[in-house]
């Protein structure tokens, strides 16, 4: 079965540290992956994808996401973490196969202390 | 310019009542999307659209949801004889073309509550 897996429900960052968000993906051939954030009360806001080429990926915000055809994971990276970063985060994946569903991960919760 | 909007952001429903909930996406954007997204969950894909057609509707969850898009633009999901198991929000997300990587915007969504 296709799935996406973000093994941590939480991460928390000390303000100005490094932070990243794990996200593993099962899926046939090569996916697009997405990264999406959500704020409270609010939808979900588009961070970054990966579609094909360089497997570092940057988006909004400062964020970046490393692609690992091995390893197939796609994790969301910052170098210095803001206290506005804290929200709960979600990995998307888009199979090849699929001309329009994408299987979400389950949210991991970003929280960053001043 | 406008994003995605959904109307309206919070519906309480009593069980056995049938609810509609709009979708207004982006301008010209061809694909719409409709997931259901329980509480402390990731959203789940239920059906979408390419301009007027339905095209994928394998994961609507029962003969009780309903989903259109007459015009190809404005959709309204439709959930009849609603229980309790329906409390989610409901996530409208719409992109430019037909692309496989193309960017799903989302609306906020409508929070149903069903007593």
């Known amino acids: 079965a296709q799935s996406v897996a973000q093994p941590e429900d939480q991460v928390n960052v000390a303000e100005g540290n490094p932070l990243t968000v794990k996200c593993t993906y099962s899926v046939s051939g090569n996916p697009y992956l997405f990264w999406y954030v959500q704020y409270p009360n609010r939808g979900l806001q588009f961070l970054l994808k990966y579609i094909t080429g360089d497997n570092l990926v940057k988006g909004s915000y400062g964020f970046e996401a490393e692609f690992n055809k091995s390893q197939t994971s796609f994790h969301l990276k910052k170098p210095s973490a803001l206290v506005s970063d804290s929200a709960l985060y979600f990995c998307a994946v888009r199979p090849l196969s699929s001309a329009s569903k994408i299987i979400f991960g389950s949210g991991t919760r970003l929280s960053i202390r001043p | 310019g406008a994003g995605v909007s959904q109307s309206p952001r919070y519906k309480v429903a009593k069980r056995g009542q049938d609810v509609a909930l709009r979708c207004d996406p982006i301008s010209g954007h061809v694909s719409l999307f409709w997931y259901q997204q329980a509480l402390g969950q990731g959203p789940e894909f239920l059906t979408y659209?390419?301009?007027?057609?339905?095209?994928?509707k394998s994961g609507l969850p029962s003969d009780r949801f309903f989903a259109e898009r007459p015009e190809g633009s404005v959709s309204t999901l439709k959930i009849q004889r609603t229980q309790q198991e329906d409390s989610a929000v409901y996530l409208c997300?719409?992109?430019?073309?037909?692309?496989?990587?193309?960017?799903?915007?989302f609306g906020p969504g409508t929070r149903l509550l069903v007593l």
């Open positions: 997300a719409s992109s430019l073309g037909l692309a496989g990587g193309e960017t799903q915007y």
């Open positions: 659209f390419q301009n007027e057609a339905q095209l994928d």
